[in-house]
């Protein structure tokens, strides 16, 4: 893994991203969900490496990328920050993997941008959110505390919220999602994204039925955010769906079972990206 800091619309915005595998392999950028950061794909990644060039970046507000200075945290300035990236790297056509919110980002920058993506890979993401998950993350985000004053109490409070991770994944959030400030331990979030604001659904129909290139829409076995027949008809609108589900996973797919994810994606980006 290797990092990389770049300047986004002209030098007012510098995004962090971390890297896998050799320029020269066929590209795919992996978009994080609303409290994660790049290096969250870091088990897939490592996998995958052999075969693609992966580029993951801190999504504005997160990790180690800048806050945005007028604190827009919406769809539309996402997909301007991966249009930015895309043309700063250069990154002429790509795949892109989102996980739920980086999936609703991808699905709309492969609406608005055809041309550029190669392939889509969309994790535990969908136009119609289930009103369990969202009254869980709206919980969870309210509870949130400001810092922690030692690194036992934070790995204690993110091993409760997140019970299916491995110790890897609980050490990575710990040093990715975490900063030592004044003695304490804060949040590389900035607060101005919450509370969460989904897009309206028929947006993301949409979106989605304008997509012209390959899409395989995962679905978490235990996921409280989509539903099975959500994600069943967003496979049947687009015009090249395939569905997968990962087993003894909930909505964090990656942390709760990489393994899974890793079957179901991989074989899908190497017919695509072949």
């Known amino acids: 893994m290797t990092s990389r800091r770049i300047a986004l619309h002209d030098g007012t915005l510098q995004m962090h991203?971390?890297?896998?595998?050799?320029?020269?392999?066929?590209?795919?950028?992996?978009?994080?969900?609303?409290?994660?950061?790049?290096?969250?794909?870091?088990?897939?990644?490592e996998a995958a490496a052999t075969d693609f060039y992966l580029i993951a970046p801190d999504q504005r507000g997160r990790g180690s990328t800048d806050w945005a200075n007028d604190a827009r945290y919406d769809t539309d300035s996402y997909v301007a920050d991966l249009l930015q990236l895309a043309d700063n790297w250069p990154l002429q056509r790509f795949a892109i993997i989102g996980h739920s919110m980086g999936g609703t980002n991808a699905i709309n920058f492969a609406a608005r941008y055809p041309e550029r993506v190669s392939a889509l890979v969309i994790i535990d993401s969908s136009p119609d959110l289930n009103p369990l998950g969202l009254g869980r993350i709206a919980r969870e985000t309210s509870a949130m505390p400001p810092s922690f004053d030692s690194e036992a109490a934070a790995r204690s409070y993110l091993r409760a919220l997140h019970v299916g991770a491995s110790e890897r994944s609980i050490s990575t959030r710990l040093a990715c999602a975490l900063a030592e400030q004044a003695g304490r331990l804060v949040w590389r979030l900035d607060s101005a994204i919450f509370p969460l604001k989904p897009d309206p659904p028929e947006r993301s129909w949409a979106a989605l039925a304008a997509i012209e290139c390959p899409t395989l829409i995962v679905r978490a076995s235990d996921s409280d955010l989509v539903t099975i027949e959500c994600a069943n008809r967003m496979v049947q609108i687009l015009k090249h769906g395939e569905g997968a589900s990962v087993p003894n996973a909930g909505h964090m797919v990656l942390e709760d079972n990489p393994e899974g994810f890793t079957n179901v994606a991989w074989p899908f980006l190497r017919k695509h990206l072949s």
């Not at 890297?19 to 990644?45: C, D, K, N």
């Open 17 to 45: 991203c971390v890297t896998w595998g050799a320029p020269s392999a066929p590209p795919i950028v992996m978009l994080h969900g609303l409290r994660a950061y790049g290096q969250w794909f870091e088990e897939f990644a």
